[in-house]
């Protein structure tokens, strides 16, 4: 029985759980509930909101372990950290890929005209 069934069942006995207990408790409640409201509207749970472990999220990026671990040292990637466990969401792992999107010459040339007119006309 995990810390969400023992908190939820109505027994009236009282019991005694740490916080990283209520959190895992929280944490499982809130996914059940958005799963079962997902099912309920006929939508399929999203995957994007899976959480993946370095592992996972190495194969994904294809990076290595240890230079997942360097970008999490250094802050550059998004990154969940519960006790010793690292998680990455599936999605803002994409939208990091994403935000490392180098601009087109035409992209970069309508950027640079529209800033010289607007700086240039003062």
Known sequence: MNMYDLLNNNSGVNITINAGQLIEAIDHAVAKTRKDLAEQVGAP????EQLLTIQQAGEILNLSVPTLYGYVHRAEIPVCKRGKRLYFSKQEL???????????????????EYYLKNKGGK
């Open 45 to 48: 749970y999203p995957e994007s």
């Open 94 to 112: 994409l939208e990091w890929i994403k935000q490392g999107r180098k601009k087109t010459f035409a992209e970069t040339t309508v950027e640079a």
